[in-house]
């Protein structure tokens, strides 16, 4: 297994001081009604399991997983390798992503959990990277803009790799 040399972009301070300001806004927007927390993974596991911990209203987890990536290089097709285990139906759904790139992933999953009829679904991310692909406007809560780099860490790997860094970085 190499071990790259990684510049911090973002601090283990930063994240966490973000997450809970995120996590204050979705409890102030999701007042009343079931919860359910669905993280895509595997990326969003470490960003996923910080946020419900700083989210003081009752919730449910549930998890997804879809591949569009293989290597560093987008293959540009999203495949589900296993969904959710819960109906959503007339629940709220706050569907949670590590990093929105070119939006690909997200347009998928979000079509994906509006067939399934919840009553109200947004999107948190951890990262946001600007790809000029006007995939902003489909998250509600963006922890970070990075800038067009890859980027490792806090969840994120680089084949299979780094996911476990305490930070976010980049490549040297
Ligand atoms: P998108 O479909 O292009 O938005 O890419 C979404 C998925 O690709 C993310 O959920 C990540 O798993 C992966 N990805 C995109 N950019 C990066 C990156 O800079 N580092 C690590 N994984 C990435
Ligand atoms: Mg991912």
């Known amino acids: 297994m190499e071990n790259r040399e990684i510049e911090v972009l973002l601090s283990k301070e930063e994240i966490e001081g973000r997450i809970a300001e995120m996590a204050k806004q979705i409890d102030a927007d999701f007042p009343d009604g079931e919860l359910v927390v669905v993280g895509v993974l595997k990326g969003s596991f470490i960003f ?14 549930d998890f997804i997983r879809v591949s569009s990536y293989e290597s560093d290089q987008s ?30 992933t997200l347009r998928y999953l979000i079509s994906h959990l509006e067939a399934k009829n919840a009553r109200k679904l947004k999107v948190a991310s951890m990262l946001y990277k600007e790809m000029g692909t006007d995939s902003k406007r489909l998250v509600d809560y963006i922890g970070f803009e990075v800038p067009k780099r890859f980027v490792v860490g806090y969840g994120l790997d680089s084949e299979g790799v780094y996911r476990s860094l305490p930070y976010v970085g980049a490549f040297k």
Do not use: H, N, Y
């Open 75 to 104: 293959t540009g097709v999203v495949r589900m390798e296993f969904d959710m285990t819960q109906p959503i139906a007339g629940k709220d759904v706050l569907l949670v992503e590590d990093i929105v790139d070119t939006g690909r």
């Open 48 to 61: 996923m399991a910080d946020l419900v911990r700083q989210i003081s209203r009752p919730l449910a987890c």
